[in-house]
């Protein structure tokens, strides 16, 4: 179901055309690829959640075809069609956040990822709320984005006791 998320994710990235504005979005998708590889790195002994292995694919294998080619997908489509109104945008922010908790539900119900150490659905939630949130402002505002990364990082590492320095 991974694969296939990020297949889907790709056709539509092709369909819409949105892969012609992937320089004006290079930032931002190497930013957002990025976290998510550093994330694999502070929480490599206690990942908070992890994709489970199935017949194609383990954590890693799933969640390095995220970072090429889901989250990169995500970034384009995202910022291609982010609309102009404060209420377009509301709609759309909580059209994404809808979206992508929809697909992890479904890929928990299917047994293709797993919680620990106190992360669950909820958590998830929260944080598509800050990543759509951060995508946009890395786009247009990247020192604030960076900033605000950096103290959200710091938390959830304090929040759910990672070990990142051993």
Sequence with gaps: MILASNLILLIATV???????WRQFYATILFV????????????KKLPWAFKP?????HRGGDLANTLLLLPCT???YL???PSGKKNQAI???????FFTALETVWYGIGNIQYDHGWNL????TFYFLMFFVIRIHHTHTGKALLFSLATVIAL???FRIPFWQ
């Design 15 to 21: 369909w819409t055309r949105s892969y012609r504005s």
């Design 33 to 44: 690829s990025g976290v998510n590889l550093l994330y694999n790195f502070l929480c490599l």
């Design 54 to 58: 199935d017949i194609l694919l383990t």
């Design 75 to 77: 970034v384009l489509l």
């Design 80 to 82: 291609q069609y982010y």
């Design 92 to 98: 759309y922010y909580l059209a994404w956040i809808a």
């Design 122 to 125: 909820l958590w998830s939630v």
């Design 157 to 159: 590492l304090a929040l």
